[in-house]
């Protein structure tokens, strides 16, 4: 199953988020302590997180680990359709 590290609560919020609408590019994203993200407007961006210690707050929290990009689609040129530029 895609993505393959998820949980089955998880895979349905990211298969579910892939039927969204394009976006504008965006770059320089930042997801906690994570920075440089970049993705383009029909690429899917998904974070893990995990537990940790939170000793101000005494309690679990959850912290993003890792950021992943998804390519929705393959990138093409609509030259060969002979439409746009």
Do not use: C
């Not at 890792?66 to 929705?72: G, I, N, P, Q």
């Amino acid at each position: 199953m895609w993505p393959p590290s998820l949980s089955p609560h998880e895979q349905r919020r990211a298969t579910a988020g892939l039927a969204r609408r394009p976006s504008p590019n965006r770059s320089n994203i930042v997801v906690g302590e994570i920075t440089g993200i970049a993705r383009k407007g029909w690429e899917y961006l998904w974070v893990r997180y995990a537990d940790a210690k939170d000793d101000t707050a005494k309690a679990i929290v959850k912290k993003p680990v890792a950021a992943y990009v998804e390519k929705v689609y393959e990138e093409g040129s609509f030259a060969g359709l002979g439409i746009g530029t």
